[in-house]
């Protein structure tokens, strides 16, 4: 995708505007204002953060204008980062919070993006929900998780703890 594309800008507003009916909302995967860094290898030459934040930007506001859905993204962590990023999403969602993408060790970073983002969409009444992944038989691993997210929870948040295997058996613990 090329987020700085007219022709896809008006792709996407038009498959939102007509084929989806009978439900109250959408979620837009990887919708941050930056490309995933596994990403980068694949941008246009000479393609800059700056320029894809502005274009992705545009997009969500073009969404926004031409749907009475709500709008939720995946990229809200990134997003709080950014001036008037959020203002065309009603919410969405913080992934990896605290651990690694396979659920193996602490990342601090994720942990201090992850509590900054909710406490910053906590004060614009934007909805947000923390996904964390870790081992369900690692009881320290959950209550850390589970403390950590309550340092920042508000009305407008919601939190859920998966296994990083993705098992479909495997349970959710959500709050």
Not at 9 to 26: F, M
């Amino acid at each position: 995708m090329d987020v700085s594309n007219p022709a896809w800008h008006q792709k996407i507003v038009k498959w939102i505007g007509e084929d989806i009916q009978g439900i109250d909302g959408i979620f837009l995967d990887d919708a941050a204002p930056t490309p995933h860094e596994r990403d980068f290898k694949h941008l246009p030459k000479g393609y800059r953060k700056e320029v894809y934040a502005s274009n992705m930007k545009k997009l969500l506001s073009k969404v926004k204008k031409n749907t009475s859905l709500l709008v939720f993204i995946n990229g809200i962590s990134k997003g709080v980062n950014y001036p008037g990023y959020l203002e065309n999403v009603d919410g969405g969602l913080i992934e990896g919070f605290i651990f690694s993408a396979r659920g193996k060790g602490v990342r601090l970073k994720s942990l201090n993006e992850g509590l900054k983002a909710l406490i910053k969409t906590g004060r614009t009444n934007k909805s947000v929900f923390i996904n964390s992944k870790s081992s369900m038989h690692s009881i320290s691993d959950r209550v850390f998780a589970l403390a950590s997210y309550l340092l920042g929870a508000n009305e407008n948040s919601g939190y859920n703890f998966m296994d990083a295997k993705h098992q479909l058996t495997d349970p959710l613990q959500y709050y």
